[in-house]
């Protein structure tokens, strides 16, 4: 699989849903041998007919049509290093979109498409870009305070690939730490980590969000079921 698609290709995937107020996600798949290793965009309205895209995956026209009658693609946001892979071809389909990525992964996200911030310029108050603490600069995450409460979305931290797809997948996410048996904090992340604690405190503070609903991963399934269990798991295993 090359790093950046160069034309409209729409790879496996599931249907688009409605994971939240003004939130759509689809979980989709990267094709490797013996099975296909689960990844997952998220498009989220802002207000002004707007909308962010987390982590960008090529649908079918109906279901681009969905997330167009959301409100206009206006920012495209890579959240990490290796999440470049549909960026080009929606920002060809989308040119007047701002690209957004955290600092430390500004250049290799340069390498498929130019970086417009690095920093929150979504002009939203209900929804915020954040870099995570003790990445590097390397992950993000969009806190999404609205009626239903509090959605976070994450990128690689958190592994949640409760249900690979094929034998590869299965031994994939066991090596390397995503998620199989229950949320983990990926190995090849973990081994990354400039500052483990800062990490476990920033999952520490999201347990301790009154009004937390969902935690939405980009890799496996929506953690809607005890987030804040999950994340007290997760910060407990980088201490």
Same mark, same amino acid.
């Given at each position: ?5 160069e !034309? ?6 599931e ?6 107020? *003004?939130?759509l ?7 490797? $041998?013996?099975?296909?290793f +689960? ?35 206006? #920012?495209l ?12 071809i ?5 040119p007047?979109? !701002? ?27 209900? /929804?915020?870009?954040?870099?995570? +603490?003790?990445? *590097?600069q390397?992950?993000? #995450? ?7 409460g ?10 949640n ?26 190995r090849?992340?973990?081994?990354g ?9 920033? #999952? ?5 969000? $009154?009004?937390? !609903?969902?935690?939405? /991963? ?9 987030p804040?269990?999950?994340?007290? !798991? ?6």
């Amino acid at each position: 699989m090359p790093a950046t698609l160069e !034309k409209w290709e729409v790879q496996p995937h599931e249907q688009l849903v409605e994971a939240g107020d *003004g939130i759509l996600t689809v979980a989709g798949d990267i094709p490797m $041998p013996l099975g296909n290793f +689960p990844r997952r965009m998220t498009v989220v309205r802002l207000q002004g007919g707007r909308t962010a895209i987390w982590s960008a995956i090529a649908l079918d026209e109906p279901e681009m049509q969905q997330i167009e009658a959301l409100g206009a693609p206006s #920012f495209l946001i890579v959240p990490g290093d290796h999440h470049r892979l549909d960026a080009k071809i929606w920002l060809d389909r989308y040119p007047a979109a !701002k690209v957004i990525a955290p600092p430390g992964a500004r250049a290799m996200v340069e390498e498929a498409v130019p970086v417009d911030a690095t920093h929150d310029i979504l002009d939203d108050p209900e /929804v915020n870009f954040c870099v995570v +603490p003790g990445t *590097g600069q390397h992950e993000a #995450f969009l806190h999404i305070r609205r009626a239903d409460g509090v959605t976070l979305v994450t990128n690689d931290i958190i592994g949640n690939v409760a249900h690979p797809h094929g034998i590869g997948a299965n031994i994939m996410g066991r090596l390397f730490s995503f998620g199989v048996t229950e949320p983990q904090v990926p190995r090849p992340v973990k081994r990354g980590l400039e500052d483990k604690t800062l990490l476990a405190a920033r #999952f520490r503070a999201w347990a301790a969000e $009154p009004e937390l !609903k969902r935690i939405i /991963v980009s890799h496996g399934d929506v953690l809607d079921e005890n987030p804040r269990e999950a994340l007290l !798991k997760l910060a407990a295993s980088l201490d």
